[in-house]
Nanobody, 115 residues
Framework: QVQLVESGGGLVQPGGSLRLSCAAS????????TGWYRQAPGKQRELVAT???????NYVDSVKGRFTISRDNAKNTVYLQMNSLKPEDTAAYYC?????????WGQGTQVTVSS
C-alpha cells in the first residue's frame, strides 16, 4: 500500500501562483509514475499533468506553459508548480501514484482562484 498526502492548496487571485506537493509513504517501488488530476464541481476528474519514471512529462493543453510537474525521488514527493492561475483552474486537485499496476490516490487539496 502507498499513502499519499497532498498539501499546498488554497485561495489565490487570478495571475497568482501555488505549489502543490504530494508525499508518498508505505511500500514504494523504485519504478513508478505519478501525476496530478483535478475535479471541478459538476465535472469529471481530468488529468492535469503526469511524470513518468524516466522523467517524461505530459500536460493537458489548458495548463501547458503555466504548470510544471516535477518529482524528488529521494523524498518520494511530486510537485505541481502552478503559475498564471486562472479562475477556471479552480478545482480539487488529486495526486495519483501508479506502480506495479496499481493506482493510489491522495485525499485532494482545494485550489480556488478568485479575486
Amino acid at each position: 500500500q502507498v499513502q499519499l498526502v497532498e498539501s499546498g492548496g488554497g485561495l489565490v487571485q487570478p495571475g497568482g501562483s501555488l505549489r502543490l506537493s504530494c508525499a508518498a509513504s508505505g511500500s514504494i517501488f523504485s519504478i513508478y509514475s505519478t501525476g496530478w488530476y483535478r475535479q471541478a464541481p459538476g465535472k469529471q476528474r481530468e488529468l492535469v499533468a503526469t511524470i513518468a519514471h524516466g522523467g517524461w512529462t505530459n500536460y493537458v493543453d489548458s495548463v501547458k506553459g503555466r504548470f510544471t510537474i516535477s518529482r524528488d525521488n529521494a523524498k518520494n514527493t511530486v510537485y505541481l508548480q502552478m503559475n498564471s492561475l486562472k479562475p477556471e483552474d479552480t478545482a480539487a486537485y488529486y495526486c495519483n501514484w501508479r506502480q506495479l499496476g496499481n493506482d493510489y490516490w491522495g485525499q485532494g487539496t482545494q485550489v480556488t482562484v478568485s479575486s
